[in-house]
């Protein structure tokens, strides 16, 4: 068996063949917030070969309870530059593309310049998040979208499923979610992390927003803060990830 000493454990659990796989795929993951940062680490730490990561976002200081890159020596910096250099030093061989923008419909080329093996969805802005989705589907590509990981404390309470059968429908995100789907002809077909805890927040904070992407298109939306933990936003990412691989090298093991 010949293994290289950065991956050796993984080929322990799933062999060379798989890991061969996995160093040949290339996964996209939009959103580098407390699910997405968790996702895009665990692959490089799994050896996929290649990664786009796509996030707007600079560290705040409300980040640094749940979000890897996020420290008060990184405030203010750029979460896609930070992942740059934190996925390269966990894999130096590992192929990055870095996308810095706010993912909108101006960003539908990226599915043109790369092919994708794989998307993980890790958006928290729904207009974004339902053109993400529909748009790996008009490409047939795999996805898996985080369906709320905010407003909940116990990560035991996640689970992998279909869209379809989410059990928690009247959530406010997963119902508008579902709802906007609908509308565009997508009832199933799409995985998910979803939880079965019902969300909880002590206080409503909302705030207008103006993003401007490298496009030039202003976004101005209304921001909903939820309550976050340290602890489900993380398991969430770490379970898309796991769904990935498994989904990439599935009847090797």
């Known amino acids: 068996m010949s293994m290289t000493e950065l991956f050796s454990r993984n080929e322990l659990f799933w062999g060379a063949e798989a890991q061969n796989i996995l160093k040949n795929a290339h996964v ?3 959103g580098l917030g407390g699910v997405g940062g968790f996702c895009a680490e665990s692959l490089a730490r799994a050896g996929v070969g290649e990664l786009t ?3 707007f976002d600079t560290v ?6 749940r979000q890897l890159v996020a420290l008060h020596s990184t405030i ?7 992942f740059n250099t934190r996925l390269k030093d966990i894999n130096p061989d590992i192929k990055l593309n870095v996308i810095e923008d706010f993912y909108t419909d101006n960003l539908n080329n990226i599915f043109n310049n790369f092919k994708f093996t794989y998307c993980a969805d890790a958006i928290d802005t729904l207009r974004s998040k339902i053109s993400l989705i529909e748009n790996c589907v008009k490409n047939g590509i795999p996805v898996i979208s985080s369906m709320g990981a905010g407003n909940r404390v116990d990560p035991t309470k996640l689970y992998i499923t279909d869209i379809s059968t989410i059990e928690n429908k009247n959530a406010p995100f997963v119902s508008n979610c579902i709802y906007q789907l609908k509308k565009l002809g997508i009832e199933n077909g799409i995985t998910v992390v979803a939880s079965r805890e019902k969300p909880y927040c002590k206080e409503k904070i909302s705030s207008k927003e103006n993003v401007t992407t490298k496009a ?5 939306f209304t921001k909903i803060t939820p309550s976050s933990t340290p ?21 090797l093991k």
């Open 28 to 30: 996209a993951v939009f």
């Open 53 to 55: 990561i796509i996030d």
């Open 60 to 65: 705040s200081e409300s980040n640094i309870n």
């Open 76 to 82: 203010g910096q750029s979460k896609a530059q930070l």
């Open 216 to 220: 030039g298109e202003l976004l101005e």
């Open 231 to 251: 602890f489900v936003a993380s398991c969430a990412g770490i379970f898309m990830a796991s769904y990935i691989v498994q989904d990439l090298i599935k009847g």
